[in-house]
């Protein structure tokens, strides 16, 4: 996929970013207003992350502007682009955007979504240098929680799960996250929750311990617990602890009185309350016609006034 648009970055209008030449910009639409924003963004976003992650980029990088909903999707396939604004291939320090889209969107979400694939690139830097790369729900986690959310996916998802005891084992989002939607927006919540409850604990600079080490080729474990003075699993156990409210069925009980779907939740027990309401009219009507048949059966064969 990615050879394909190399190939058609020959036909872009190339734009170097300032404050180097670590970055090319690709563009299809010239040096238009998306363009401006990502060479003025990216050098900033680039010295932060870096420093913030332990890890520094190594030779060029390049960012490709599609114009068009259509031409990114082309170039993106197999993506979720019901969810995606951006998609980063650290394996060639590559990041692709939707530049239609993020002209739909706030200013905010383009600049997350920007800090958020320049965060994998960073990351990628250990499979570059040779070694293995950390599992996916940490380079998740990591670039989610440097880099900010855009509200793309359902939030309520993650409390839901939480309240249910529905996250999926850590150990489980190793390689890939789920293709269903909710999941996958689950997913992406748990891993930053995760590494937000680690630097909670521990400080940021557990996350550049784990990732220098990983750059040195320390696996992922090895590398986890040096930083945390803990495995994986126990951390895990203790952040599943941290969520549990200290009265669950309060949780429960808003979520069946407030969530919009619940059969049980604030419009259905208005509509079981207006049934009810309609059941006692409808039963005190019918009792007064049963009165008035009997009255008039005992005025029968009487003569009645006129009105």
Known sequence: MLAASLKLIGMLVAA?????????????????????????????????????????????????????????????????????????????????????????????????????????????????????????????????????????YNPQAFELAVRARALSPLAELR???????????????????????????????????????????VDFEPAFQQATGGSVVDLEAQWLASLTPRWPWLGWAANVLFHPYSAFGVFGIMTLLALASFWVYWRRRRRKYEQWEREEGSHAGKECPWA
Do not use: M
């Not at 999941?183 to 990732?211: M, N």
């Open 16 to 152: 170097a970013a300032p404050g180097g030449d670590r970055w090319t910009i690709h563009s299809d639409r010239g040096h238009d207003r998306v363009a401006r924003q990502v060479a003025a963004l990216l050098p900033r976003a680039q010295r932060e992350l870096e420093q913030r992650l332990g890890l520094e980029l190594h030779g060029h990088g390049s960012v490709v502007l599609c114009g068009s909903t259509a031409s990114f999707r082309r170039e993106t396939p197999g993506v979720d682009h019901r969810h995606t604004l951006g998609v980063a291939y650290p394996a060639r320090s590559t990041i692709l955007l939707n530049c239609e889209a993020i002209e739909a969107a706030p200013y905010e979400s383009f600049a997350v979504t920007l800090r958020h694939e320049l965060c994998h690139v960073l990351v990628g830097e250990i499979v570059r240098g040779g070694h293995r790369r950390v599992p996916l729900w940490f380079d998740e986690g990591v670039a989610v929680y440097t880099s900010g959310k855009v509200p793309l």
């Open 175 to 217: 390689e890939r996250f789920p293709g269903d939607p909710t999941r996958r927006g689950v997913a992406y919540e748990q891993s930053e929750s995760f590494v937000r409850f680690v630097v909670r604990r521990h400080g940021e600079q557990a996350l550049r311990t784990i990732l220098r080490a990983a750059a040195r080729g």
